[in-house]
């Protein structure tokens, strides 16, 4: 079997996220993608593995606490949704971006060589992983902190946009020509506490979900997460396909 052949792998630094590590092995693991180990190094992908399921536990427990915290007067239905989005791959993407976990990054050749750094997928899974590292090596505080500040900075900037399905018309209208348009796909719970769950689409492709305990809640919160899914102008939303992508 080939060989994984690792990129020049960066110093590793002894803080991160504005915590300074006590035993800078254990970021040095959680910086070590698993694309950077051969079939040898199995216990290395292992711990890596490791730390990102403890940091995407810890990461949902401390948004949670901070939301709780932020909000106390929302619904369970709004509290989850607003996790469900702080707690995405491109939420944790940004947030590894805006703490420059990008060049820190130990990957192979290959990752490197297609772009491995700027991937969702990779920024968030080692995201949770130094969460996770931070958690084990006694940093609940600073986890805490983090939650938080990313919490408040989310609710602040939704308070410049109140409207969120106002702001996503502008954008798709201005982007793609086209208008949002909004679909109950489920109504749950009892008769006098209805969940329902909507999905927006532009063209023919559904581009996020929302859940509520009304249908205008519900659309809120799907055209929300299309905003947070879809936050590049650049980005373009092709309007046809019968994929769904949120």
Known sequence: MQRSSPAAAPRSPLALFGYRFRDPALLHAALTHPSST??????IRVRYQRLEFLGDAVWNLYVSDALVSLLPTASEGELT?????????????????????????????????????????ILATTFEAVI?????????????????????????????????KT??????QSLLHSTPRYRIIRRSGAPHAPMFE??????????????????QEAERAAAREALRSWPDPSTTISGSGDETHY
């Open 81 to 121: 949704q607003r996790r469900s989005g702080l707690v995405s791959a491109a939420a944790l993407a940004e947030l590894a971006q805006l703490h420059g976990l990008a060049p820190l990054l130990v990957l192979s050749k290959g990752e490197e060589s297609t772009g491995g750094r700027q991937k969702t997928t």
């Open 132 to 164: 996770g590292a931070i958690y084990l090596d006694g940093g609940i505080e600073a986890i805490h902190g983090l939650a938080r500040t990313a919490c408040s900075n989310t609710l602040a900037e939704e308070r410049l946009t109140p409207d969120p």
């Open 38 to 43: 051969d079939p040898s190094q199995s216990d």
């Open 167 to 172: 702001a996503l018309q502008q954008r798709a």
């Open 198 to 215: 909507v999905e927006v689409m532009v063209g023919q492709l559904p581009i996020a979900g929302g859940k509520g305990r009304n249908r």
